[in-house]
């Protein structure tokens, strides 16, 4: 999208806060901090969008998004903690309690998340046999059809496990029975008390395109009124909604998990100066997943793609090879060994790095929710 159409949707914005507020003179330092936190998210999610097909829907993108929400989100904490008078009275109680429950809804995506992280370490143990089977043609002339019936049945292995993602998901993860909180239930066992109906790890029945809906299920844009009556609070909180729907979609769009579905909609005015980078971010993943060479794959990560292309490739010399191998056949195997080792170096840190971030997110999520309540509680005790 041209940099012009964000320009004029943040001008819009700028009208409607201005009738909104109805300022005369400087605007209060309250209104700064709203209008800043409006700027900081748009130029989080213009930087998220800036970036080339390549980039999009990497590891190194994706650890981006999960640090756009961490920083959003305390941003978003900053705002609230200014105005807890306000907190505990009527409407703004009900748009903090809406999105506390949203929130809650995204430790399951988070947990399900991890289990996709888990399953992606899998394939890459597969990957590496692989690439420890057929790296010999880097260090002696000749390598015998032993190497490769050892690759031929990993990559055999790894094709089961993708092919059959949904049930091997559900078989191998859903007894893990552990969560990002499991380690630290007895120290954290008053802030986790809140989420006894959550599961350890997401159950068999569970859908991750269910979850989404749930999460975005009658979001709307506040109105004029609820802006007045909440001090200019609906629309942080408005905000904060949606980078939540959005960044849990993007996972869900990226990496495996149960029921994946990314028929969320969007119903997003563009008058707010973030709108239009989010929408276009959602289109362009959109239109990836619709790709004939995406459309069956169990997730959109570009690490993914790069497993599925190499195997594939891998594959289709291992069943043409004829021993002795002919130079120009051991110069392919070395080149298609040395791609594969690539894509093992990107999981081996890539994961980890992520995995750190989405369990981040997840005790962000319930210390937010924890310290919401008790804020809550000692405001009615007082009153």
């Known amino acids: 999208m041209p940099a012009t159409d964000y320009q004029g949707s943040s001008a819009a914005w700028g009208v409607r806060r201005d009738q909104l507020y109805a300022m005369n003179g400087s605007p209060t330092p309250h209104e700064q901090d709203l209008d800043g936190f409006q700027r900081q998210v748009a130029d989080r999610f213009l930087e998220l969008a800036s970036v080339g097909a390549d980039d999009l829907l990497s590891l190194s993108w994706v650890q981006k998004l999960l640090d756009s929400f961490l920083c959003c989100q305390e941003e978003f904490k900053l705002i609230l903690d200014s105005q807890k008078s306000l907190i505990s009275k009527a409407p703004l109680d009900r ?4 999105y506390s429950e949203r929130s809650v809804k995204a430790l399951d995506v988070c947990n399900a998340i991890r289990d996709g992280v888990e399953q992606l370490r899998q394939w890459q143990k597969l990957l590496e046999i692989v690439v420890s089977a057929l790296d010999n043609c880097n260090h002696q002339k000749t390598l015998g059809e032993g190497q490769f019936r050892r690759a031929k049945k990993a990559l055999t292995d790894l094709a089961i496990c993708m092919l ?3 049930d091997s ?17 007895t120290k954290d066992s008053r802030s986790l008390g809140h989420f006894r109906s959550l599961s350890w790890s997401v159950s068999r029945s569970w859908s991750a395109a269910r979850q989404l809906q749930s999460i975005g299920n009658n979001l709307a844009a506040p109105k004029a009124t609820e ?3 909440t001090n200019g609070l609906a629309v942080p909180i408005f905000t904060m909604n949606m980078v939540l729907l959005f960044v849990m979609w993007a996972l869900v769009a990226a990496i495996p998990c149960q029921d994946r579905g990314l028929q969320v909609h969007f119903s997003l005015p563009r008058s707010f100066p973030w709108a239009a980078p989010i929408l276009q971010l959602h289109d362009r993943i959109v239109e990836e997943s619709r790709k004939r060479d995406r ?3 169990c997730g959109l990560l570009k ?9 594939r490739l891998m594959n289709d010399l291992a069943d043409a090879a004829q021993f002795p191998l002919a130079e120009e056949k051991e110069a392919e195997l070395r080149q298609r060994v040395q791609e594969l ?12 790095s992520m995995e750190r971030q989405v369990r981040e997110v997840f005790h962000r999520i319930v210390r937010s929710r924890t310290e919401g309540l008790d804020s809550l509680g000692r405001a009615n005790h007082s009153e």
């Open 227 to 229: 802006l007045l009556a």
């Open 169 to 185: 998901h559900t078989s191998f993860l859903a007894h893990r029975n552990r969560s990002f909180g499991r380690n630290n239930v």
């Open 95 to 98: 748009l903090v309690a809406d």
């Open 341 to 352: 080792t690539g894509v093992c170096n990107t999981l081996r840190t890539g994961l980890d």
């Open 303 to 311: 690490e993914i793609h790069q497993i599925e292309k190499c195997a």
């Open 295 to 297: 459309r069956n794959s």
């Open 164 to 166: 059959d993602e949904k």
